[in-house]
């Protein structure tokens, strides 16, 4: 199973060189302790969570460091960008990482952006589903037009096509219950998170992923990774008293994010998203350590995280080392080292 880290950009009095100067230390220690790999959001006007609105500039900084780790995207908003721009700057990234990059797609449940840019978030789903479209047929290498209702192409053959052939390993987030067949009818990957949804939640909706499966060009099963929050100490007791104001900040920001444009067009029902939000923002942190995330003991968490991945058929686990962005940096490295160093062994 590949166990990888989502690296979060920003805490309460960091500086923007500050973020960046953490995060290139978590990467330097989890190529040299031998992390499968590294993920980076796409986040725009929110500085108290993230300097990370450039995640393909970062993913090239972060190639330039390393030799071994994968570097992806959790995930790249196709929407707000024009996908042949995106079809040569990602093939350009699977050169100068020789092949580690994976490219993790979405269109974000959040409007925010979107209004900013001004990009209707009514229109994100098509203009999802257009983009991808064009970007794999960008990366066949030869000339093609495509005439859809947000991008009209007439292009000749696109360089660079990827290193990896046909293309990186693409996974797509996938945040409400009709939504799970998708990438399946694709032929892609699948990222889900312990957020809204709950494990239940996710093992009830699953098989329509899977039932939904077409190869396309990935080759093999459908693949499905989980992004958690994770945090380890040396007794349980350290690790839920350390954690707890994170946590519950996290929680308590993901209920906020889950109504944001509560009844506009693409976001969904919006009694359902209201149920969810304030699911979210009920539970306390006892019901947070159950049902949201893991923590504990090294030997804990890897039971924990090995139970995830038989009961939901896991084939990697992204773990959230800091998810309310509010942990001393020391304490995060120190997760990521027994993470590394005694969890993975576990795991293997």
């Not at 050169?95 to 209004?115: I, L, N, Q």
């Not at 096509?161 to 990438?183: D, G, L």
């Not at 892609?188 to 396309?216: C, E, H, N, T």
Request: glycine fraction near 10%.
């Amino acid at each position: 199973m590949h166990v990888g880290i989502f690296l979060e950009e920003a805490r309460p009095g960091s500086t923007p060189a500050g973020a960046f100067k953490d995060t290139f230390e978590l990467v330097e220690a989890a190529e040299a302790w031998g992390l499968d790999g590294v993920w980076l959001g796409e986040i725009h006007f929110n500085v108290a969570r993230s300097v990370l609105s450039s995640p393909l500039v970062m993913a090239a900084a972060i190639a330039g460091r390393t030799q071994r780790l994968r570097i992806g995207t959790a995930v790249h908003l196709l929407p707000l960008n024009h996908p042949l721009r995106i079809a040569e700057d990602v093939a350009t990234l699977d050169h100068m990482s020789e092949g580690r990059f994976e490219f993790g797609v979405g269109r974000s449940g959040s409007p925010r952006a979107y209004d900013v840019l001004g990009v209707p978030y009514g229109e994100s789903q098509a203009r999802f589903a257009e983009a991808l479209d064009i970007i794999r047929e960008a990366w066949k290498g030869e000339g093609f037009k495509y005439d859809g209702k947000f991008f009209r192409v007439q292009t000749g053959p696109v360089a660079p096509t990827p290193y990896q052939r046909p293309h990186p390993p693409i996974r797509m987030a996938v945040n409400t219950p009709e939504s799970f067949a998708i990438p399946g009818e694709l032929g892609v990957g699948i990222f889900l998170g312990l957020r809204a949804l709950d494990v239940a939640d996710l093992k009830a909706y699953l098989p329509s992923y899977r039932g939904a499966w077409r190869p396309a060009g990935q080759g093999g099963a459908p693949t499905v990774y989980l992004r958690v929050p994770v945090y380890i100490a040396p007794s349980e007791r350290e690790a839920r008293a350390e954690c707890e104001a994170a946590l519950l900040s996290f929680c308590a920001r993901q209920a906020e994010i889950t109504r944001l444009g509560l009844g506009r067009a693409g976001t969904g029902s919006a009694d359902r998203k209201e149920f969810w939000a304030d699911r979210l923002a009920g539970l306390d942190y006892e019901a947070i350590v159950k049902t949201r995330a893991v923590v504990g003991t090294a030997s804990h968490v890897a039971e924990q995280l090995g139970a995830l991945r038989d009961e939901l058929g896991l084939d990697g686990v992204v773990a959230e080392l800091d998810p309310g962005c509010q942990l001393p940096v020391d304490r995060v490295m120190r997760t990521l080292r027994i993470l590394t160093h005694e969890v993975m062994p576990a795991l293997a």
